[in-house]
């Protein structure tokens, strides 16, 4: 399953929304996209999330399809908030 430009973008978008109102209204972490017209790249505080060079989600083969980007997506934002979250200062 590939997603086009525009799905990738209101997918970003729509995590950053969450991310955004569940900061507190947190400015500073930002969940991005970027291409330079032939991969795409979606990172969270410099830590790629995603990429269409490597892509990690997972294939089921019974439905021979991908795990939607979206709940991928979400799913490594989570391991790595939870990864972040074990800093101590």
Do not use: A, P
């Not at 990738?8 to 330079?36: A, K, M, P, W």
């Not at 790629?48 to 939607?68: G, I, N, Q």
């Amino acid at each position: 399953m590939e997603e086009d430009l525009n799905t990738i973008d209101r997918i970003v978008c729509s995590i950053q929304e969450d991310i955004y109102e569940s900061s507190g209204e947190v400015e500073y972490f930002n969940i991005s996209l970027h291409t330079n017209g032939f991969v795409q790249m979606i990172t969270f505080c410099d830590i790629v999330l995603w990429s269409s060079e490597d892509d990690e989600r997972r294939y089921y083969e019974e439905e021979t399809t991908m795990e939607f980007l979206e709940s991928f997506l979400r799913r490594k934002l989570r391991e790595e908030l939870k990864k972040l979250s074990r800093i101590r200062i």
